[in-house]
């Protein structure tokens, strides 16, 4: 193994060069930006480290980048993670380009430099260093990367289905991770599902003068009185039968959330967002418990008539809104979807469409998988710290269709940090971390194929 670290050691900046290219390269996938140039060169990237790629084409998506390298054992280790990245608007708010991968102080700025673009890099950084020094892998690893996490994965479904055998695995790394406030390593076991959703109201055939509001609807006050009906003042979301399914945390699940609650500089985390108190006054505990365990119902667009400077008296024909609600454990997305058309009915609102724009269900990992033990005992050895298992993660993936839903355990570990601003401008990725990351993934490699080597005798 300390060959393997060693490697690393000495192809730092070669690291670092090749996530530059990477970064360097657009691949928005709500703009269609960049895609299929971005799998090019990620199969080519992944050639260079001895790690043999190819593209599955897609039909109506972006191509998949897929890999397996055979190892010692058969016992197989699963990545996944995606090419694709939020778009970098708004620009004027980057210090620099936000696909020049620009290194100042000692971080990377980028669109895309931890999601997840520096996981990827730092996967195939960790397998490259295995192959240059001892010939072959410790257990035999699948690269899994697609084009379309960022728009909710649309057609991970249909790669599932139709190519059942190649996300086939014992576990799976999932594609991101970070340290918090305290620079403690998170690792997630599972994330919420979501149901975003666009809604649309109607009105004249064309925008009127406002005068004409005495006699014609209005459709962005009919859509303000629907979204009205989706949540009440205490935060509780008013959708009949919302709640049915969703269950409190396990007593396991509380010890740990109670050890993290006890670690967390709350103040640091309110002073870096800007705000004077934290939802409903929460603090400690029932904070963590609400921001893992609770679903949420969150207007994140509305859009409708003049918003240009200065005035203009109008009365707009159009209104539309996107809504996403983050779901926990037990929840079912599409369930989700027709409990919201259900309520905009109950209350009227029949003519507002409904378009869904992204449904995927929520997932978890117990806490007594192998690939936790391993993830856990690993972080030790490179973070030289306790890491924190969080049983969800607030934020969204298809861990359920890939992973979830046959049984096969996951577990996010990443090089992200509390300060990377993640879909936000000035998006960056320290580089202490980004090898911290290689070198994490390169003792869960040994490690992964110790414990089968130890059953096996």
Not at 25 to 43: K, M, R, W
Not at 112 to 121: E, Q, R, S
Not at 360 to 389: G, H, S
Not at 409 to 429: C, D, F, Q, S, W
């Amino acid at each position: 193994m300390k060959h393997v670290l060693a490697y690393i050691t000495d192809h730092r900046d070669r690291f670092v060069h090749k996530l530059q290219r990477l970064c360097r390269q657009p691949s928005i996938s709500a703009q269609g930006v960049g895609l299929v140039e971005t799998a090019h060169l990620l199969v080519s990237q992944m050639e260079e480290c001895g790690i043999p790629a190819r593209l599955i084409p897609i039909p109506g998506g972006p191509p998949l980048v897929y890999s397996e390298v055979r190892g010692r054992s058969s016992r197989t280790l699963l990545f996944y993670n995606h090419y694709d990245v939020q778009p970098p608007e708004p620009l004027e708010e980057w210090e620099s380009d936000p696909f020049s991968a620009e290194i100042r102080s000692g971080n990377l700025y980028a669109r895309g430099a931890v999601d997840t673009k520096g996981n990827i890099v730092a996967r195939m950084a960790a397998v490259e260093a295995w192959l240059r020094t001892e010939g072959e892998l410790p257990c035999t690893v699948k690269f899994l990367v697609e084009g379309e996490e960022e728009i909710g994965s649309p057609h991970l479904p249909w790669i599932v289905r139709e190519h059942r055998d190649l996300v086939q695995a014992d576990a799976c790394i999932w594609e991101s991770g970070s340290k918090d406030h305290t620079d403690t390593l998170n690792i997630y076991l599972g994330v919420k599902g979501i149901c975003y959703i666009e809604l649309e109201a109607e009105g004249a055939n064309r925008d009127l003068h406002s005068s004409m509001a005495t006699i014609v609807p209005n459709p962005a006050w009919r859509l303000v009185w629907a979204l009205s009906t989706f949540k009440d003042p205490g935060e509780r979301i008013r959708i009949e039968g919302f709640y049915d399914r969703v269950v409190a945390p396990a007593p396991e699940e509380l010890n740990q959330l109670r050890r993290i609650a006890e670690s967390r500089d709350e103040e640091m985390l309110r002073r870096d967002l800007g705000i004077d108190a934290f939802l409903l006054d929460q603090h400690g505990l029932d904070l963590l418990v609400r921001h893992l365990y609770e679903p949420t119902c969150t207007i994140c667009g509305l859009v409708s008539g003049y918003t240009g400077q200065g005035s203009k008296t109008v009365l707009p024909r159009w209104a539309m809104a996107k809504v996403d609600f983050r779901l926990v454990p037990n929840q079912d997305a599409e369930e989700v979807l027709g409990l919201i058309k259900a309520h905009l009915a109950r209350y009227g609102f029949e003519d507002i469409k409904v378009r869904p724009l992204g449904i995927e269900n929520p997932a978890k990992t117990p806490f007594d998988a192998e690939i936790v033990q391993v993830a856990v005992e690993t972080a030790r050895e490179v973070y030289q710290k306790e890491p924190f298992i969080l049983p969800l993660m607030a934020a969204t993936g298809p861990m359920h269709v890939l992973c979830t839903q046959f049984g096969t355990p996951a577990v996010g570990v990443g090089v992200g940090y509390a300060g990377a601003n993640i879909h936000a401008p000035n998006e960056n990725l320290r580089l202490r971390d980004f090898f911290e990351g290689i070198m994490h993934i390169a003792l869960i490699l040994e490690r992964f194929g110790e414990r089968y080597r130890s059953r096996a005798g």
